[in-house]
């Protein structure tokens, strides 16, 4: 069975850091991108960011582009999402997934999905 687990979410002032990290597990995801979600309350669920199956693509969208890094270890089958300067409107349910493919940008796109992890951050 499938299952993925993010962790590190929580409370922070804005401005503050946070590093988010999605292991998983069931299977190896080495060869499938992996994405981060968000869906704030009321809203559709947004995309974040994206990596390449090997890592050596990514792509942000333009709300975080700057701020957020992803990164993956597939050795681990985890990927992380290190979130800098954060804002309020940052505020939302945080959701790493994996794609059906090597690179997906759609909500669409991806099978597998945590349970998610709050983030809220403070003005």
């Known amino acids: 069975q499938v299952q993925l687990v993010e962790s590190g979410g929580g409370l922070v002032q804005a401005g503050g850091s946070l590093r988010l990290s999605c292991a998983a597990s069931g299977r190896t995801f080495g060869s499938y991108a992996m994405g981060w979600f968000r869906q704030a309350p009321g809203k559709e669920r947004e995309f974040v960011s994206v990596i390449s199956w090997s890592g050596s693509n990514t792509y942000y969208g333009d709300s975080v582009k700057g701020r957020f890094t992803i990164s993956r270890d597939n050795a681990k089958n985890t990927v992380y999402l290190q979130m800098n300067g954060l804002k309020p409107e940052d505020t939302a349910v945080y959701y790493c997934?994996?794609?059906?493919?090597?690179?997906?940008?759609?909500?669409?796109?991806?099978?597998?999905w945590g349970q998610g992890t709050q983030v809220t951050v403070s003005s």
């Open positions: 997934a994996v794609a059906n493919s090597r690179w997906a940008r759609s909500v669409s796109e991806y099978r597998y």
